[in-house]
């Protein structure tokens, strides 16, 4: 075995936490009833209410939000369970997907506690994002956290085996060093992840719903490839 030559391939993973400029907020409208009109009749009423207040709030001089989404109704029917040697009743449901982006969390938060009582509405979560350009400019920032977290594993490493340090020679995205030693496993280069959110309550609507913010995090990995140095290279 060469004792003169040491090859460390490792992982290095840079996070930044960002408190969240965007809120997107997940809501379904929806009814279940035996009677197939009245269903439809509820959840188109209702969808139209929850639409008229997102035109308000879109419509406004500064408007709250900036970008919303609102589903078509969609219909399904089954029959429920009865007790031996009765015939099931056949049960009807509509229901629709509402999406609302807000930047102004007294608005997202006014708007939750407005719907989240409401017959028929179930807010499901809220999802906490960073506006794009901010997003972009602290992937740089993980970046760079990353390839020194993979020195500093790759510093430990060379000493425990008896080098003074170690050069850097080949850095990548996961699964793309030269030779692919480090694997693909890792997943992708670049993540945003969202820890937290708000989960929504049942069709009790009694049930409060959490919207406290929870920081974005940018996370990147990379794979690097050093070599060890031999003497004391210092700190």
């Known amino acids: 075995m060469d004792t003169g030559h040491l090859e460390i391939t490792v992982a290095g993973t840079g996070t930044v936490s960002l408190p969240p400029e965007r ?3 997940y809501l379904t409208v929806g009814f279940e009833s035996p009677n197939k009109q009245e269903v439809l009749d509820r959840t188109t009423a209702t969808l139209h209410e929850v639409n008229r207040h997102i035109d308000h709030l879109r419509t406004m001089d500064q408007s709250p939000t900036t970008w919303s989404s609102v589903g078509a109704i969609r219909t399904r029917s089954w029959r429920s369970f009865q007790a031996q040697g009765v015939a099931p009743a056949q049960m009807f449901g509509a229901s629709a997907e509402v999406e609302v982006k807000f930047k102004d969390q007294g608005a997202l938060a006014y708007f939750v506690d407005t719907w989240a009582g409401q017959p028929g509405v179930t807010v499901n979560y809220v999802r906490w994002t960073l506006t794009e350009a901010v997003r972009i400019a602290k992937e740089d920032e993980a970046l760079t956290r990353a390839v020194a977290k993979a020195t ?3 510093q430990v490493m060379a000493r425990a085996a008896g080098f003074g340090g170690v050069r850097l020679v080949e850095v990548a995205d996961p699964g793309m060093l030269s030779d692919r030693r ?3 496993e890792y997943g992708t280069p670049t993540s945003a992840t969202v ?3 708000a989960p929504g309550g049942g069709r009790s ?3 409060p719903v959490d919207i406290s913010p929870a ?3 940018i996370s990147t990995r990379v794979h690097a490839r050093f070599v060890g140095i031999k003497g004391d290279t210092g700190a």
């Open 23 to 25: 809120a997107t907020v």
């Open 152 to 154: 500093e594993r790759a």
């Open 182 to 184: 480090a694997g693909s």
């Open 195 to 197: 820890r937290g959110g």
């Open 205 to 207: 609507e009694s049930r």
């Open 215 to 217: 920081d974005v995090d």
